[in-house]
């Protein structure tokens, strides 16, 4: 007879938790990596702005312009600080799901570590029992007498 864990279909249910905390964490982390790439856009799309500003400025540019260049840019401003705000919400939610993550995985670990443990014990008593066995045919083997 083979080694069957007792709490096995328990070690898949913590596997399969495992895996779906794992995924929930890869996704937020994809989103913060979506977002910290349109803040850089953001940002590079505002310095180009500003560079293109500063040429017009020295050329001469009518105020309607500058002042319609100053209401984008309070758009974009509003638009970057939801950005802003929303990392930080999904940060929140990383650093939970982190640790989420980070039980379900210690949970599994124990069990595993269970499963080892039962399964050398398994294995020590049964080669226990084969060298009993063993010796026990051992001693009642064809005797020889006769000498």
Known sequence: MSFR?????ILKLRRSQERAEQLALAGLR???AAIDRRLEEIQHARALSREAMTREL???VIA?????QFECEKEEDARR????ERRIELEEEYQLQARAFTE????RETLEKLSDDEKAAYVLDRNRREQQESDELFLRGPRKTGM
Do not use: C, P
């Not at 309607?64 to 319609?68: A, S």
């Open 58 to 60: 020295a050329s001469g």
């Open 104 to 107: 379900s995985r210690q949970k």
């Open 5 to 9: 864990f007792r709490l096995e279909t």
């Open 64 to 68: 309607n312009e500058v002042h319609f």
């Open 30 to 32: 994809q989103q913060l």
């Open 81 to 84: 600080l939801k950005l802003i």
